[in-house]
């Protein structure tokens, strides 16, 4: 009995045994299998910008009055400015395109001897113009100094929102033609083919760079008949992205 039990339990392990080196000897290496579903890729940048010229200008100027007395000085101020508006007006710019970036009431004083003396107060007002149409920005300068402007901290030159992101919209599209051409040219160097795009990732943003210097020159005379120089120059709508093929 003893023995018919382990002459059963011999052929068993056999059979298991056998069965086991058939599925080893069928068996795939993992490494193997892993090196045949490898996937291979092709990362590029891809780089495009599209030049564009102003359409929009914004120009921060203001007027800075002076008199020993408070009131006074801001009295004078805002008769000027009133001016300021009334002449952007009479030449088709709102008062909804202007926008007051700063007004501040300061002291001046005398120094002499280590000592200080009140003399006075300087009040400022800089308000900030958005000119909508290019052929006034030399206009707009010209009829406000004429109103009491003295202060002029800058001019910036841009593009409506609209107008920007559809120049990106396009310069994104040429991102990606120039992506495609570097990575056929890697591709056909490297003697592969690639298929469609399996990631693409946007690197920039809508931003406009001016391209040249602008140009400003204040007139000499207030009353002169030449109109203030004015150039916008031309801006930059750049776009990068980054692609991934696949082969």
């Known amino acids: 009995m003893k023995k018919s039990i382990y002459y059963t339990g011999l052929a068993i392990m ?13 068996a ?26 102003p359409t929009v200008a914004y120009l921060t100027i203001g007027v800075e009055t002076f ?14 400015m009133d001016g300021v ?5 009479a030449i088709g710019i709102a008062k909804t395109n202007i926008k007051t970036v700063s007004y501040t009431i300061h002291p001046r ?18 308000v900030q113009v958005t000119v909508s149409d290019m052929t006034k920005v030399s206009k707009a300068l010209d009829v406000t100094v004429k109103q009491g402007v003295n202060k002029s901290n800058s001019i910036y030159f841009g593009i409506t929102d609209a107008e920007r992101e559809a120049l ?5 599209e040429k991102a990606v033609k120039n992506a495609g051409a570097k990575a056929q ?12 795009p399996s990631q693409i990732i946007e690197n920039s943003y809508s931003i406009v760079q001016p391209i040249c210097n602008q140009v400003y020159e204040r007139a000499a005379a207030q009353d002169s008949v030449v109109s203030t120089p004015i150039s916008g120059g031309e801006l930059k709508v750049e776009a990068s992205i980054a692609v991934v093929y696949n082969y």
């Open 67 to 80: 008199n020993k007395d408070a009131s006074v000085a801001q009295s004078e101020n805002a008769t000027k």
């Open 168 to 172: 990106y919209t396009q310069a994104l």
């Open 109 to 126: 004083y005398d120094y002499k001897n280590d000592t200080s003396t009140l003399i006075g107060y300087d009040v400022s007002n800089l």
């Open 185 to 196: 040219a890697l591709a056909k160097a490297a003697g592969v083919t690639i298929n469609k």
């Open 28 to 53: 795939v290496p993992v490494s193997a299998q892993a090196q045949d579903t490898a996937v291979h890729s092709i990362s590029v940048q891809g780089t495009s910008s599209i030049i564009t010229v």
């Open 85 to 89: 508006y009334k002449s952007l007006a």
């Open 14 to 26: 056999l059979v298991v045994g056998l069965l086991a080196g058939s599925l080893l000897g069928n």
